[in-house]
């Protein structure tokens, strides 16, 4: 397996493009962007599990759920969630402009939305865009689509494979959006990820569903969950090789595949963090369960406190054993140890013998990891968060105005 350019337009048979359409009124960015595939393609997909789900993830489920798609459209600067039955009104109406741009059916078309909560779309905006990205599809359009989806995002994020089957080669491209309101399970985050392999919707769907857990839904930059994540993974078998069963060396392959790209991507949203300065890893270790080890190290990185201390390059290991212990999961305190990469500051539920400054000097790079120990146990778990900053506060006081 080979990173590659290219971004969802990596693999064969797909077109992408992204303009600016004016859905914030005054803004002059890109905000609609368009996916097609050339050929009808298996998609599944996972989403929020907040029960405030937005019309197009409501779509989006449908489609997934039929198992074809052809086209994804997405905008940015309006969600389209809490919008009643006018939001729904405005999805099928959306669907069916953008099945008229791509010539296919609207039960094949999924739709994203990401930006303010409670306000109608602009549908004459919407109207607009879906004809001009139809209109600029290209087969290098990723980037475009990719810049076209961010709302506080500072970089687009995009990400392509290659990876030799016994059977010959098969690319995985994908692009994703997020930097706040960004928590388990799933983040407020739009991914799409395309794929020229051939694979059944039915086996497709586990598939996407472990690479989220191991990736998107080990992520934490906040606290707080959306009403619009979605991850959506198609693939058309543009690449003329036989389809992927289950159990198959091949599958095995293309999972590995997939799980790399979404951990790639999922690591980009954190380092694009809301007001972020810090990219830490939690490694956690000596659990019973594998289970117990990601529920330790999710309460340790979505601590306020932790993520307050990496901000201020603090070596106060006292939070990051707090969080532990509060997690739920059992363990003997007299057994947790802490360290920050390779530097041991709590060893056996006790103050280690380290020199202070060694440890700041540790949490002033960008990037680290704190390791966390509670036992002898088989579990371990990563889990990806940043730090909590002025910057993050900011964004957030004013983001509606």
């Known amino acids: 397996m080979t990173s590659i350019e290219g971004g969802v337009t990596a693999p064969k048979g797909y077109q992408a493009s992204g303009i600016p359409a004016g859905i914030k009124p005054g803004s002059t960015k890109k905000d609609c962007a368009l996916i097609l595939s050339d050929a009808p393609a298996s998609v599944a997909g996972v989403f929020t599990t907040n029960i405030m789900k937005s019309p197009p993830v409501i779509q989006n489920v449908e489609v997934c759920e039929r198992g074809t798609a052809r086209a994804v459209f997405i905008n940015s600067g309006n969600a389209n969630a809490a919008t009643g039955e006018a939001g729904m009104r405005d999805v099928a109406q959306s669907a069916e402009w953008i099945a008229a741009a791509c010539n296919c059916d609207p039960l094949e078309v999924?739709?994203?939305?990401?930006?303010v909560i409670g306000v109608p779309l602009p549908m004459d905006r919407i109207k607009l865009g879906v004809d001009a990205c139809a209109e600029a599809l290209s087969s290098d359009g990723s980037l475009d689509a990719a810049e076209a989806i961010m709302t506080t995002d500072t970089v687009p994020k995009e990400r392509a494979k290659e990876a030799e089957l016994s059977t010959g080669v098969i690319r995985l491209g994908g692009i994703a959006k997020g930097s706040g309101m960004i928590a388990p399970n799933m983040a407020t985050m739009i991914a799409v990820i395309t794929s020229d392999a051939s694979i059944e919707p039915s086996d497709l769907r586990p598939i996407i569903k472990e690479a989220a857990d191991r990736s998107f839904n080990r992520i934490g930059i906040d606290n707080d969950m959306s009403t619009s994540d979605t991850v959506l993974v198609l693939a058309n078998g543009a690449a003329g090789l036989p389809p992927l069963t289950e159990g198959s060396p091949d599958l095995a392959?293309?999972?590995?595949?997939l799980n790399t790209l979404c951990e790639e991507l999922a690591k980009d949203l954190v380092r694009d963090g809301e007001g972020a300065t810090k990219f830490v890893e939690i490694a956690v270790s000596g659990t019973e369960t594998d289970s117990d080890a990601q529920t330790i190290a999710r309460a340790i990185g979505l601590s306020q406190l932790s993520k307050a201390a990496f901000f201020?390059?603090?070596?106060?290991?006292?939070?990051?054993?707090?969080?532990?212990?509060y997690s739920g999961v059992d363990f003997d305190p007299a057994h947790i140890s802490v360290a920050l990469d390779d530097l041991t500051i709590m060893h056996k539920g006790l103050a280690a013998d380290y020199k202070e400054e060694d440890a700041v000097a540790v949490m002033k790079q960008p990037e680290f990891t704190v390791r966390v120990?509670?036992?002898d146990g088989p579990g371990q778990a990563l889990f990806w968060t940043s730090d909590l900053s002025h910057g993050y506060v900011s964004i957030n006081a004013d983001y509606r105005t």
């Open 312 to 325: 201020g390059e603090d070596p106060n290991w006292g939070r990051f054993a707090c969080a532990a212990g």
């Open 373 to 375: 120990s509670v036992g």
């Open 253 to 257: 392959i293309f999972s590995q595949a």
């Open 110 to 115: 999924c739709l994203s939305s990401t930006g």
